[in-house]
């Protein structure tokens, strides 16, 4: 079974026996409490109902108590059984049941069982009346301890750390001395001491956490940040303001100018849509050819919450990837800001902007960039296509309804998929086998044609297609869209139609595709290994609650920063133990793909930009730190990214004087 399907079991289970727990309990009070009121009505006054309660009833009751509470300990067989299966799939989907939430309410069920289960079969046979005070408490008590169990692994997650357990371990016992005050009647002083110290413990609990997400940040604040108290660089160290590309750049000048503004565009279909544009929707295509020395001017028009543009996948110089509060200022109204880099990688890239992206991105803030290898490229069609969802309108290209081009057969094309939202998209080739010859600007050793494979580009991914024009033509579509289409062929083809998405074959899987090369990661100088395990977990953001997207149980801008030397190869396992897919990308850096959940990638070596962790999936991959700087690594899905998925990849001696905030405003998402 998959880590996500076993994941779902679990809780599952967990629920299951909080459920029976907390229904035998609610039962044994009542019974209790039914019981006591009989016994203790006035003898002028008339008994209540609960008196003329049959034996028989009263005994079935707690014969149900019974078989609810052994319904909660099946339940914690099946907690048992999931975690040994979940083992095999790494120690992050196990670790706070294993040292916490499993060997707790094994033992409160336990010693629910020793203490509860004489009472409650005296109960069933007639001998006693109803549970004791004793009883009850230990009903509680296992039932606390299986809801404990939830909350560590909803709402604490990975790592679960000593305090938090402490915490839960500490209302658990309350929770069970609370209960036996109550039903032993004991004085009003001892059971509202019990009440307020639970209060003052939880209130306490959230206090801490709201202070920890209001206080200074971690390590990217810690050692980036900008502000008048921030330390000084150290000795010999640099600026990111200093990564830039030198003014005696060789290369022939291919030059451009961006406005962002606000506009109403008018789509193919006749619809109009309000949109934040670098010109146009999409933005203009930055075809250059390698060699060239690319100079963008971004000029903000009208956007008042500002704009950079990040050069997504491209392996710019640090002071040019386009972060605002980390590597500049976001562009305010009226302002401007010139990119400059030299065109070193071929390949399909795109841009956007990265100062509040999540809604920039989506409302049209992005172009493609295309870097062609000096002597061209084999195909003499060359299309490139990036699919956007806006105001649930999918552009395909540039058009929101279907779209008919002229290529003669036996033509070569190339079609260059860009994925521009924020969930993956699978798109469909239909008329004619076709070959994936890159993947995120990377070409792809030894491809071999395919048919009736889907292609599943993760969010900001790209793929490269070649095939050639067959007599009757070829269709691109999208799962995005059924109306928005791109049609090849002769002229008076009859172009098939887009096939279901569903009738495929499934995705074509890179791991295994091409050919391997035996190519080793350059050697580093010194290893640096680490762990991101992903999750969606309740946090603070800004002092506010909210349901965040973690890595290693923390929001941004309290995520460690990963910290490397120049020269370092580094080694990252990432996991993700959510319900949601996380297309992970690192800026100013290509990660070469060593295994996904275990299966080792044997096909052409994949250099991938961003990476789609799917649920329950593990992916290992490594890189070398050749680029310094101070870069985002963060979940290219924008929402996730604004809340909370998002840290800092931190050259050491390197730092920014840029800040979050600030009068320009900047949010690095």
Same mark, same amino acid.
């Given at each position: 079974?998959?880590?996500?399907?076993?994941?779902?079991?679990?809780?599952?289970?967990?629920?299951?026996?909080?459920?029976?727990?907390?229904?035998?309990?609610?039962?044994?009070?009542?019974?209790?409490?039914?019981?006591?009121?009989?016994?203790?009505?006035?003898?002028?006054?008339?008994?209540?109902?609960?008196?003329?309660?049959?034996?028989?009833?009263?005994?079935?009751?707690?014969?149900?108590?019974?078989?609810?509470?052994?319904?909660?300990?099946?339940?914690?067989?099946?907690?048992?059984?999931?975690?040994?299966?979940?083992?095999?799939?790494?120690?992050?989907?196990?670790?706070?049941?294993?040292?916490?939430?499993?060997?707790?309410?094994?033992?409160?069920?336990?010693?629910?069982?020793?203490?509860?289960?004489?009472?409650?079969?005296?109960?069933?046979?007639?001998?006693?009346?109803?549970?004791?005070?004793?009883?009850? /408490? =230990? !009903?509680? $008590? &296992?039932?606390? #301890?299986?809801?404990? %169990?939830? +909350?560590?692994?909803?709402? @604490?997650?990975?790592?679960?750390?000593?305090?938090?357990?402490?915490?839960?371990?500490?209302?658990?016992?309350?929770? /069970? =001395? !609370?209960? $036996? &005050?109550?039903? #032993?009647?004991?004085? %009003?002083? +001892?059971?509202?001491?019990? @009440?307020?110290?639970?209060?003052?413990?939880?209130?306490?609990?959230?206090?801490?956490?709201?202070?920890?997400?209001? /206080?200074?940040?971690?390590?990217?604040?810690?050692?980036?940040?900008?502000?008048?108290?921030?330390?000084?660089?150290?000795?010999?160290?640099?600026?990111?303001?200093?990564?830039?590309?030198?003014?005696?750049?060789?290369?022939?000048? /291919?030059?451009?100018?961006?406005?962002?503004?606000?506009?109403?565009?008018?789509?193919?279909?006749?619809?109009?849509?309000?949109?934040?544009?670098?010109?146009?929707?999409?933005?203009?295509?930055?075809?250059?050819?390698?060699?060239?020395?690319?100079?963008?001017?971004?000029?903000?028009?009208?956007?008042?919450?500002?704009?950079?543009?990040?050069?997504?996948?491209?392996?710019?110089?640090?002071?040019?990837?386009?972060?605002?509060?980390?590597?500049?200022?976001?562009?305010?109204?009226?302002?401007?800001?010139?990119?400059?880099?030299?065109?070193?990688?071929?390949?399909?890239?795109?841009?956007?902007?990265?100062?509040?992206?999540?809604?920039?991105?989506?409302?049209?803030?992005?172009?493609?960039?295309?870097?062609?290898?000096?002597?061209?490229?084999?195909?003499?069609?060359?299309?490139?296509?990036?699919?956007?969802?806006?105001?649930?309108?999918?552009?395909?290209?540039?058009?929101?309804?279907?779209?008919?081009?002229?290529?003669?057969?036996?033509?070569?094309?190339?079609?260059?998929?860009?994925?521009?939202?924020?969930?993956?998209?699978?798109?469909?080739?239909?008329?004619?086998?076709?070959?994936?010859?890159?993947?995120?600007?990377?070409?792809?050793?030894?491809?071999?044609?395919?048919?009736?494979?889907?292609?599943?580009?993760?969010?900001?991914?790209?793929?490269?297609?070649?095939?050639?024009?067959?007599?009757?033509?070829?269709?691109?579509?999208?799962?995005?869209?059924?109306?928005?289409?791109?049609?090849?062929?002769?002229?008076?083809?009859?172009?098939?139609?887009?096939?279901?998405?569903?009738?495929?074959?499934?995705?074509?899987?890179?791991?295994?595709?091409?050919?391997?090369?035996?190519?080793?990661?350059?050697?580093?100088?010194?290893?640096?290994?680490?762990?991101?395990?992903?999750?969606?977990?309740?946090?603070?953001?800004?002092?506010?609650?909210?349901?965040?997207?973690?890595?290693?149980?923390?929001?941004?801008?309290?995520?460690?920063?990963?910290?490397?030397?120049?020269?370092?190869?580094?080694?990252?396992?990432?996991?993700?133990?959510?319900?949601?897919?996380?297309?992970?990308?690192?800026?100013?850096?290509?990660?070469?793909?060593?295994?996904?959940?275990?299966?080792?990638?044997?096909?052409?070596?994949?250099?991938?930009?961003?990476?789609?962790?799917?649920?329950?999936?593990?992916?290992?991959?490594?890189?070398?730190?050749?680029?310094?700087?101070?870069?985002?690594?963060?979940?290219?899905?924008?929402?996730?990214?604004?809340?909370?998925?998002?840290?800092?990849?931190?050259?050491?001696?390197?730092?920014?004087?840029?800040?979050?905030?600030?009068?320009?405003?900047?949010?690095?998402?």
């Amino acid at each position: 079974m998959t880590a996500s399907l076993l994941l779902a079991l679990d809780l599952v289970a967990a629920i299951a026996t909080a459920g029976a727990w907390i229904g035998a309990a609610v039962l044994a009070a009542g019974l209790r409490a039914r019981t006591s009121s009989a016994a203790d009505a006035p003898n002028d006054r008339p008994a209540p109902a609960s008196i003329h309660t049959p034996p028989t009833i009263r005994r079935r009751s707690a014969w149900l108590v019974i078989a609810l509470s052994g319904i909660g300990a099946l339940g914690v067989l099946a907690q048992g059984l999931c975690v040994a299966l979940l083992s095999a799939h790494g120690w992050w989907f196990v670790q706070e049941k294993v040292v916490f939430a499993l060997p707790l309410v094994v033992l409160a069920g336990v010693a629910g069982g020793i203490l509860a289960t004489p009472g409650l079969l005296a109960a069933a046979r007639g001998s006693r009346p109803a549970p004791g005070a004793r009883d009850l /408490a =230990a !009903l509680v $008590g &296992a039932a606390a #301890a299986a809801v404990a %169990g939830i +909350v560590a692994r909803l709402v @604490v997650g990975y790592p679960l750390e000593l305090v938090p357990a402490l915490v839960l371990l500490g209302l658990v016992l309350l929770s /069970a =001395a !609370l209960a $036996g &005050a109550i039903f #032993a009647g004991r004085r %009003g002083r +001892v059971v509202t001491g019990l @009440v307020a110290f639970s209060v003052l413990v939880l209130v306490a609990a959230i206090g801490l956490a709201w202070l920890g997400s209001a /206080a200074l940040p971690g390590a990217l604040a810690a050692t980036h940040h900008g502000a008048a108290d921030a330390p000084a660089p150290p000795p010999g160290g640099i600026s990111v303001t200093d990564l830039r590309t030198p003014a005696d750049q060789p290369g022939r000048l /291919a030059a451009f100018d961006l406005t962002a503004e606000q506009q109403q565009v008018t789509l193919a279909s006749g619809r109009t849509v309000s949109a934040w544009t670098y010109g146009s929707l999409p933005g203009p295509e930055l075809r250059v050819t390698q060699g060239d020395l690319v100079e963008v001017r971004l000029h903000n028009a009208d956007i008042d919450e500002g704009v950079t543009i990040h050069w997504h996948g491209y392996d710019v110089p640090a002071g040019e990837d386009g972060v605002a509060g980390v590597t500049q200022d976001a562009v305010l109204p009226g302002d401007s800001f010139t990119y400059r880099f030299p065109a070193t990688d071929t390949g399909t890239y795109w841009y956007h902007t990265h100062q509040v992206s999540a809604d920039g991105v989506r409302r049209g803030l992005f172009g493609t960039l295309v870097v062609l290898p000096k002597t061209g490229v084999p195909e003499a069609v060359d299309l490139t296509v990036p699919l956007h969802t806006l105001g649930g309108v999918v552009i395909l290209g540039d058009s929101d309804v279907a779209v008919a081009r002229t290529v003669a057969a036996g033509e070569s094309v190339r079609l260059r998929l860009v994925n521009t939202d924020r969930v993956p998209r699978r798109f469909r080739v239909d008329g004619a086998p076709f070959t994936v010859v890159a993947a995120d600007g990377r070409d792809l050793v030894g491809p071999t044609p395919v048919t009736g494979k889907l292609l599943r580009i993760a969010a900001g991914g790209r793929l490269d297609v070649s095939l050639t024009m067959p007599g009757a033509g070829v269709r691109l579509s999208s799962n995005a869209s059924t109306t928005a289409t791109l049609s090849l062929g002769p002229a008076g083809a009859k172009v098939p139609a887009a096939a279901p998405v569903e009738a495929a074959s499934g995705d074509l899987d890179l791991l295994d595709y091409g050919t391997p090369t035996g190519e080793e990661l350059p050697a580093g100088e010194g290893r640096v290994d680490t762990t991101m395990v992903l999750d969606r977990n309740p946090r603070f953001l800004a002092g506010r609650p909210a349901y965040g997207y973690t890595v290693n149980g923390q929001v941004f801008p309290h995520i460690p920063s990963l910290e490397v030397s120049e020269g370092n190869t580094v080694r990252l396992t990432v996991a993700n133990r959510g319900l949601e897919t996380h297309p992970m990308h690192v800026h100013g850096h290509r990660v070469r793909v060593v295994s996904r959940d275990g299966t080792p990638s044997t096909g052409s070596p994949l250099w991938l930009d961003t990476f789609d962790v799917q649920p329950g999936e593990v992916w290992v991959v490594e890189f070398v730190a050749d680029n310094p700087g101070v870069w985002m690594d963060h979940c290219h899905n924008l929402d996730h990214a604004a809340e909370g998925m998002m840290m800092a990849l931190a050259y050491r001696g390197v730092t920014s004087p840029f800040e979050q905030g600030g009068p320009h405003g900047n949010r690095s998402e």
